[in-house]
């Protein structure tokens, strides 16, 4: 379940566009300065280097490591999905160039408030970026009913039963064959304390921009997107459901 929501944050990374493929090289991530990390960003775009891009990011602390993995996979694939294979090209064009440098500058003018120090490295704090980006986005109020009309939708009202610890709300989320096969453990209702437990094992820092981002409204949620979780259509309703293994 934490993995639908960890999911939505990261979509806001990219448009989804057709993901072309790219020249791959390894890209060494220097967190030494401000200047050092943005170069790594930049680089590790331009060459696709999933997991030098992952650790010019800010570390995300997860109770579970699984989770951890989840987040990982989804950013460094939708990062790329909206990374234009055209984009990348033309940034390969400039590496080690004068122009290089000011692009860098660039990014340091327009991100500096989101590059901050830990532990004597440099990292970009994408998770409060995208809180600023959607900061003037309020959160709704709790809905009665689950919003079954589209997958992004749905992810909306899910989120908002983690945010206000809606046991019942979370549970008609999911199929009713999901719901069904449990029926057994919870005598058919949502288990108590579901939505609660899920939220406290999730960071503030991204619950909170996640539904900002589905609350916009201008994001799909494609299926595809959640690592182990589908969505399914059932009589013209969509619901999560496990995906197959």
Request: charged share 25%; with cysteine.
């Amino acid at each position: 379940m934490n993995k639908v929501f960890l999911a939505v944050v990261v979509a806001v990374m990219g448009t989804l566009a057709s993901l072309m493929a790219a020249p791959v090289k390894n890209v060494t991530v220097d967190h030494s300065s401000k200047e050092a990390i943005v170069d790594s960003f930049l680089k590790a775009s331009a060459y696709e280097d999933g997991e030098a891009l992952w650790q010019t990011f800010l570390p995300l602390k997860l109770k579970k490591q699984r989770d951890l993995q989840s987040l990982k996979k989804s950013s460094i694939e939708n990062y790329f999905r909206g990374c234009p294979a055209s984009a990348r090209a033309e940034l390969r064009k400039i590496v080690n160039t004068p122009e290089w440098k000011k692009l860098i500058d660039e990014y340091l003018k327009d991100w500096d408030k989101y590059i901050i120090k830990v532990d004597g490295k440099w990292y970009i704090d994408m998770w409060k970026m995208l809180g600023q980006e959607f900061s003037n986005v309020k959160i709704p109020p709790c809905p009665r009913f689950v919003d079954h009309s589209s997958p992004t939708r749905l992810v909306l009202s899910f989120l908002l039963s983690v945010y206000y610890e809606n046991d019942k709300l979370m549970w008609d989320c999911f199929s009713p064959e999901l719901r069904k096969s449990a029926e057994a453990k919870t005598g058919g209702k949502a288990p108590r304390g579901i939505a609660r437990a899920t939220k406290q094992s999730m960071p503030r820092n991204v619950l909170v921009p996640a539904i900002k981002v589905a609350a916009f409204g201008e994001i799909n949620v494609e299926e595809g997107v959640l690592p182990g979780m589908k969505f399914v259509k059932i009589n013209g309703k969509w619901y999560i459901a496990p995906a197959e293994r």
